[in-house]
């Protein structure tokens, strides 16, 4: 960064940063907006947790297909649909009586777009990342989910290729439900492993 | 490198503000960071390492005061001045203030860069994460470094992002999730019960002392 007497002090406002890089990109040929609104337009309709959910309802209802996604979550996921960038290598991770899974990334903001879209702000934040690693039963308890001490706390650091998604417990009493009904009380937080079901 | 990015255990910062949902972009700006951003990637081809490293090179000051898509802006006009794209003067006139970029890269390729897939090691075994705190990019974080754990999944082989992302090309390296317990991560601080499982690369492991 250079910082000689010539360049400005003040550091231009965020709107005017963008704006600057924007325009240069797009005189240079290197941004098509219109192509890239679309696609920017696919991650704010199509990909988010009502994926995730339908995934998990799927687990819930056909033990078979719940085999095959802790086996291969990529393979079971693609099954659904859903696959693409930040899904290319998806592990599925069981919580049970007695273990409870949570997933973090400590380096950036790592997350399986393809079933619970981009990431919301606390999960790249830094206080999450820190302390995830660090005090999670205490840092669930902080987030309304008290963890029994008898149940193992497993935390996932998406630090490299695999992506998580936490296969929550089916809640007692949902026995009648459809898959539909199924998928339509399964959180994104819960996916994450912040929130029990 | 050891930057303030590597957040694994360090202190401080406070309660989660958690929201349960909440608009993809809160303002347009982030909405048009994030379309930049995906463009640069869609059209340039930067490694996942290349891109990460890109924000891991912010001043930390600036890392940690700004929002999250003022990382990937900052990341992208910093490709793209280093790309030849764009001046640090002329993104300033631009924007008609300061526009900070982050630091030069300082990474360094291993002088051994071949590839590798057939695992060394298999779920059940005891590794050590190798202590050497690379000044370029890394997947290895800085809280599992230099500390014994036990292998629970063989990933297979995938390219190493430490290396793509200074240019190195696409070298295959075994991928493996080690366990940690929380008492060898953090001792006195730790807690029984609770483990942590970390993605790492073949090259950050050797085998236990």
Request: include cysteine; hydrophobic fraction near 40%; proline fraction near 7%.
């Amino acid at each position: 960064m250079t910082t000689d007497h010539h360049h400005p002090t003040e550091m231009a406002p965020i709107e005017a940063r963008v704006a600057a890089i924007e325009s240069v990109l797009v005189e240079k040929g290197v941004l098509d907006t219109d192509v890239l609104d679309q696609i920017v337009a696919n991650f704010e309709d199509n990909l988010g947790p009502m994926n995730g959910a339908k995934v998990v309802a799927r687990a819930w209802s056909d033990p078979e297909y719940r085999e095959r996604l802790l086996a291969d979550g990529t393979a079971a996921i693609k099954e659904l649909g859903f696959e693409g960038p930040e899904g290319e290598y998806m592990v599925v991770v069981e919580n049970t009586p007695k273990v409870h899974n949570l997933v973090v990334c400590t380096l950036c903001s790592c997350y399986p777009w393809p079933i619970l879209g981009l990431p919301p702000k606390w999960y790249k934040a830094p206080a999450y990342r820190s302390r995830a690693v660090r005090e999670p039963r205490k840092l669930l308890a902080e987030m309304g989910t008290d963890i029994e001490a008898d149940v193992e706390i497993r935390v996932w650091d998406s630090s490299a290729e695999a992506r998580y998604l936490v296969l929550p417990m089916r809640p007692d009493g949902t026995d009648d439900m459809s898959e539909e009904q199924l998928a339509g009380i399964v959180t994104r937080d819960a996916m994450i492993g912040v929130q029990r079901l | 490198m050891d930057g303030v990015h590597d957040l694994g255990g360090l202190d401080g910062f406070g309660p989660v503000e958690h929201t349960p949902s909440e608009p993809l972009f809160d303002e347009d700006w982030e909405r048009r960071a994030f379309r930049l951003m995906i463009g640069w990637i869609a059209t340039q081809h930067p490694s996942g390492g290349r891109f990460r490293h890109s924000i891991e090179r912010m001043a930390p000051e600036h890392y940690l005061s700004s929002p999250y898509y003022e990382h990937w802006l900052t990341g992208a006009a910093t490709m793209a001045v280093e790309a030849g794209f764009a001046t640090q003067d002329e993104l300033d006139r631009r924007a008609g203030g300061r526009f900070p970029l982050s630091a030069p890269d300082r990474g360094v390729l291993p002088a051994d860069l071949t590839p590798r897939t057939t695992p060394r090691y298999a779920v059940g075994d005891e590794v050590r994460v190798r202590e050497w705190h690379p000044p370029g990019h890394t997947r290895a974080p800085r809280y599992v470094q230099g500390r014994r754990g036990t292998v629970v999944r063989v990933d297979g082989a995938f390219d190493i992002d430490d290396i793509a992302a200074h240019g190195g090309g696409s070298v295959a390296d075994p991928l493996y999730a080690v366990r940690f317990t929380s008492r060898e991560l953090w001792d006195e601080a730790g807690a029984d019960g609770e483990v942590v499982c970390v993605n790492l690369f073949e090259r950050y492991l050797e085998d236990p002392r």
